[in-house]
């Protein structure tokens, strides 16, 4: 009975802790995008509408993640 509630307790867990770390990595990545686009705006390889659209990616990823 206690081996199966563990089981539960851990798989619960453990849900939590891969969704937390997928999400961080991908607001991780989409900050570094971001950033990448921003170089090359300055530099001139990369257009507006590229940089705004990382840019409303990042502010979705920060709502799931807040």
């Known amino acids: 009975m206690q081996i199966l509630y563990l089981q539960r307790i851990c798989r619960r867990y ?7 770390s997928a999400s961080v990595l991908r607001a991780f990545c989409c900050r570094w995008q971001i950033l990448l686009c921003f170089f090359n705006f300055i530099v001139g390889k990369c257009g507006s509408s590229q940089l705004v659209f990382y840019l409303a990616q990042l502010r979705l990823f920060d709502k799931e993640l807040g």
């Open 14 to 20: 453990l849900q939590r802790s891969n969704y937390l």
